[in-house]
């Protein structure tokens, strides 16, 4: 068996977010506010994946995600996985799955809903995980991977 080489830096401390979308990584990135992040960041994309066929990786120096993070990028490519390192080792590693449903992450395309006019918390129940279909829970409109726009 051949000799397996990162092409992506190893991290000390720090997440990786790997197996992402290769034509999604931008998005993950400016979602997550990366473009603006202090510490160091690695990326690659266009890598080979068996799991994807093409893919992108992001490595973020003594960065840990909360929920609300993980869940917009589940969102973006729910085939990704995140792997948290300390001391050049995994401590966690798993594939992220799209809830449900969740609050506070997306805006309703709806330009008449209540939470684009009123101080009212975005919610929305998942109907649909492979191409991405939302149900805003107060106006009941479909929002669509093409009309995302997250807060």
Known sequence: MGKKELIVSAIKNGTV?????????????????LDIYSNQILFGTNLNSKKLGRKAIIKIQDKYFERSEINKIAIVSPYATLITIKDYDVIEKFDLTLPTSFEGIVKCFNPKCITNNEDVLQKFKVLDTSSIKLRCHYCQKITKEETLNFL
């Open 17 to 33: 977010i790997d197996h992402i979308a290769a034509d999604k990584l931008f998005q993950v990135i400016k979602i997550l506010n």
